[in-house]
C-alpha cells in the first residue's frame, strides 16, 4: 500500500495579510487587529512586523501597545476575512476534492493521487501556494507528510510563507530533535508535568515502550506514545459542518436542589462549552438553559447576549443570572444544560480567559 500524501495549509497572519493587501500603506509596518489599545479588548492577530516585539494573539491591546507603541491598530473586517477564506478554499478544492476545512484559515488536503501520476509532491504543493499568492495576494505555510499530525508541525515548521516535507518513514526522526510542546494539543499544563519528569523532548518520549507511558500517565500515555512516533490514522475528512449550536448537560446521579451545587455545576458546563466554542474558532449570542425535574417535566428557555462574544467571564456572569431568576429554589433538578447559539461562523476574538485545549 502506498503512503498516503497530505497536506497541511496554513496561511500566515491571516487577518492582519488581508488588512495589508486592502491598504498598502501598512506593508511593511507592525500591524495589530483587535481594535483600538484605548479600549479594553484583546489582540486577534498580528502581522510578523509586530510579533518580533513579543505582540501575540490573546494578549491585552494595552500590553501590546506598550511593547510596539508604534504599531497599527485596526478594529478588523469579518466579512472581509470570510469572504478571503472562502476564496482560498475554493482554490484548494481545485487540488483535491478530500478537503478539510478546520478553520477560516486553515485546511488538510489529501493528494495521495500524487502517488499515481508519480508527480512530486512538492511541485505540486509550491503551484498550489502560488496560485493563492496570486489569487488573493495572500502567503501560506504548506506542511507535507504521511499524515495530518505531521503535516500540522511541518507547515509550523514552514512559517512564514514555507513549504517543509518530511518523507515517509522519517516521522519519528523528524520529531525527535523538537520540543515536548510542538505536538498539537499539549497545553501549557500536560506540557508542565512532562517537563517535571524531565521529558523536554519529543526524544525523550520515544525512549519509552507504550506500556511505560500509559503506566505513566494513563489514556494519555497512548496518545503521547502514538505522537511522539509520528502515527496517524485519521483520514482527511470532507464532511466537515460548521456547528448551529455548541453545548453541554449533565444528568445527575441523584437529583440535586442544592442552589450551590447547581451553581457550580452550571459553571463548568459554562467553561466546557466555551472550549468547544474556542475549538471552533467562533463565538455565541445568545444560549439556552434546559433544566429537567425530578418528574422529567423539561423547560428550555433562552437569553439573547448583547452581541457575539467568546468570552467565558461574560457568557458566565450571563447564564448565572439567567439561571437565578428561572430556577425556583429548593426543586430538585434530574438535569441541567446549556447551549450556545446563533453562532458566528465569520470571525474569532481570542479573549484572556485561560484555557487548555487538551482539557475539553
Not at 476534492?97 to 509532491?121: C, G, K, M, T, W
Amino acid at each position: 500500500m502506498e503512503n498516503r500524501i497530505i497536506y497541511h495549509i496554513d496561511m500566515d497572519a491571516f487577518f492582519a495579510s488581508i488588512e495589508v493587501v486592502n491598504n498598502p500603506a501598512l506593508k511593511g509596518l507592525p500591524v495589530i487587529v483587535g481594535g483600538s489599545p484605548d479600549k479594553r479588548g484583546v489582540v486577534s492577530t498580528c502581522s510578523y512586523e509586530a510579533r518580533a516585539f513579543g505582540v501575540h494573539s490573546a494578549m491585552s491591546l494595552f500590553e501590546a501597545k506598550k511593547r510596539c507603541p508604534h504599531a497599527q491598530f485596526v478594529e478588523g473586517n469579518f466579512e472581509l476575512y470570510r469572504t478571503y477564506s472562502s476564496r482560498i478554499m475554493q482554490i484548494l478544492l481545485t487540488y483535491s476534492v478530500q478537503l478539510e476545512i478546520v478553520s477560516i484559515d486553515e485546511a488538510y488536503l489529501d493528494v495521495s493521487f500524487l502517488n499515481e501520476r508519480s508527480e512530486d509532491p512538492k511541485h505540486y504543493g509550491r503551484i498550489l501556494k502560488q496560485e493563492i499568492l496570486k489569487s488573493t495576494g495572500l502567503t501560506c505555510s504548506l506542511g507535507i507528510a504521511s499524515n495530518k499530525l505531521i503535516a500540522k508541525i511541518a507547515s509550523s515548521t514552514a512559517k512564514p510563507n514555507g513549504l517543509y516535507e518530511i518523507p515517509a518513514g522519517h516521522e519519528a526522526a523528524f520529531l525527535a530533535t523538537l520540543p515536548i510542546g510542538a505536538i498539537p494539543g499539549i497545553g501549557s499544563k500536560t506540557e508542565k508535568i512532562l517537563l517535571n519528569d524531565n521529558l523536554s523532548r519529543i526524544s525523550d518520549l520515544q525512549k519509552f515502550d507504550l506500556h511505560e507511558l500509559i503506566d505513566r500517565y494513563g489514556t494519555r500515555g497512548y496518545a503521547f506514545y502514538l505522537a511522539a512516533h509520528g502515527i496517524d490514522k485519521r483520514p482527511v475528512d470532507g464532511d466537515y459542518h460548521f456547528p448551529k449550536s455548541i453545548g453541554a448537560e449533565t444528568t445527575f446521579e441523584v437529583d440535586q436542589s442544592e442552589f450551590t451545587i447547581l451553581i457550580e455545576t452550571l459553571y463548568e458546563l459554562v467553561a466546557k462549552a466555551c472550549r468547544r466554542l474556542h475549538k471552533h474558532q467562533t463565538r455565541t449570542r445568545g444560549f439556552s438553559l434546559k433544566l429537567r425535574y425530578s418528574d422529567f417535566r423539561t423547560i428550555t428557555r433562552s437569553h439573547m447576549l448583547f452581541g457575539h462574544t467568546n468570552d467565558q467571564a461574560i457568557i458566565w456572569n450571563e447564564a448565572r443570572d439567567f439561571f437565578t431568576k428561572l430556577y425556583v429554589q429548593e426543586t430538585p433538578l434530574r438535569l441541567i444544560g446549556i447551549s450556545l447559539e446563533k453562532l458566528a461562523d465569520t470571525y474569532w476574538q481570542p479573549t484572556l480567559w485561560e484555557w487548555e485545549q487538551e482539557s475539553g
